[in-house]
């Protein structure tokens, strides 16, 4: 029989490593992805689609391209691992039986670190940080909001997944205000005392959006955002209390329930894994990858899940049928669009080694660059969308 690998979790991370398995491998491994939803919504250009830049078919996609190559796609939850027997247990009872297992479900919230914020409270005052049903009641509160209200963003702590996208999301909501509710102002109450690419995006900030933006660091917070209250649509310092008339507030993260549950994360919430083969630390023949581990220098990103998932499937392949396996190397760019045809960029290269993956070099946009080449910079982001989508889902 044919070696067998089951993916949790289509998302750039899952549906990359089930994509280069199964192409790669030329149908001598059996591979099944296990994934709820019927189609993904990407949070990569959910900020664009806020800030009336893409529409929201454009940023959705299906599974149709994996099953046309031979993927088995199963959409139901997966709801434990018996590492023993090596089997996958579903929603439904069933087991799948795997020799590896490559689980790649992304994040979840801590709900309960912040008073009151709740899965209840996420449909007043939504999270938009999984992209879908969220990312439309963020971007429909701020299309009913009154020309001279509020937009209060509750920033999240460190570690979370993409470290630019609140701050991108301010831009896009900052650019749908200016032209349609231009009295409205935008509040960001941050854990952080700073944030990546803050230079950029401050200098962006009083460029487009003078005066619309305000941003309150940890030191300005007495400790952070505690408690909200959504009847009342207000916010929480030990101190004081803000009033918005849209809220959206990104809480502290954690790997996937499933990563948590079964035994694969540490003490800090997240999956440490062994860097050249993404293989986990805690348990053997099952791998993570994606915004669930602990990946060394690399930022939480799809750029990044989709670099992982293509190292973590061809060590697979090396293990089970005896390809080729060669150092990997990994890599990561964050585009950031701050006002139309103006993005900015970070990004790196990666090697593993014993210890980590570790950063071997990187670059970031300046201050100060030309129209040009922020231009240039908005035209390769939209061009890196399509490329990685297709190399995700086919
Ligand atoms: P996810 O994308 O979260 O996918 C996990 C999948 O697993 C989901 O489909 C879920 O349904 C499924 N799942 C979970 N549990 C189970 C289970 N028990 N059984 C079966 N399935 C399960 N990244 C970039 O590279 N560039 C960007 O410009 C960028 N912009 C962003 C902007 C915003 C606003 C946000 C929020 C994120 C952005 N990101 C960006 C980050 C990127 O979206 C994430 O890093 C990426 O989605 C991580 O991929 P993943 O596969 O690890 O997890």
Redesign the pocket.
Known sequence: AKPKVVV???????ATAAHYIAKDSKGAIDVTL????KA?T??????WYIGGFRNFESITHSYSGLADIGINIVH????GIDPDEKTLTLADGAKLPYDRLIL????DFKYGEIDGYGPDATQIMPH????GPQTVLLHDQLHAMKDGGLFIMVAPPNPY??PP?PY??ISMVAHYLKNNKPKSKILILDPKGKFSKMALFQEAWGRYYDGMIEWLPREMLSGGVNAVHTASMSVKTPDEEFKGDVVNVIPPQTA???ARDTGLADVTGWCPIVPATMESKLVADIHL????TIAGDMP??????NSQAKACAMAIRHALIDSRAFPPRFA?T???LLAPSDAVKVGASYQATEEKIAKIDGFISKTGESGTLRADNAKEAVGWYSGITADMFG
Request: contains cysteine; aromatic residues 12%.
């Open positions: 949790v979790g289509g998302g750039p991370g899952g296990v994934e709820p939803n993904y990407t949070c990569f250009f959910s900020n139901q939850m997966a709801t790649a479900p992304g994040i938009a940080y999984k992209a997944r993409c996208g991108e999301r996937g329930k499933i990858v994606g915004d669930s939480k990103s799809g750029f990044s899940a990561n964050c585009w950031s």
